[in-house]
């Protein structure tokens, strides 16, 4: 039961992350060199409008961990998401927590180094 609820509202969460247009708005391209802080904070957002508790919203790491233990990987949960390209939200995830150049050859906020 409880699986299951969690389930749904990372579902809702993966389908709201990084919606166009929202009152949350959108990270920064990932070579700026703000891209960690606009990140953050819009995961945040979009994470706490989905219904779950700020506090489960402020750990990137807990948030991805969360995003893989539903859909079984990071490609699955942003090939689930309609409101970016998977591509731009692979990229995102990747820069926030690995570093190094995303699939356009973009430096990662600008530094090549992770956000965490």
Known sequence: MIRGFFAGLMCLLSFSAFSYGSS???????NDVNFCSSFKKVATC?????????GMCQDMNMLYARMVSVYGSLD????????TTKQ????????????????????????KKPCQ
Do not use: E, F, H
């Open 88 to 111: 731009d939200c692979l990229d995102n995830w990747n820069c926030y927590r690995l570093g190094g150049v995303d699939s356009r050859g973009r430096i990662c906020s600008s530094t």
């Open 46 to 54: 979009y994470c706490t409008s989905s219904g779950l508790p700020s």
């Open 76 to 83: 699955k949960a942003c090939a689930a998401q309609p409101y």
């Open 24 to 30: 949350c708005g959108n990270a920064v391209p990932t």
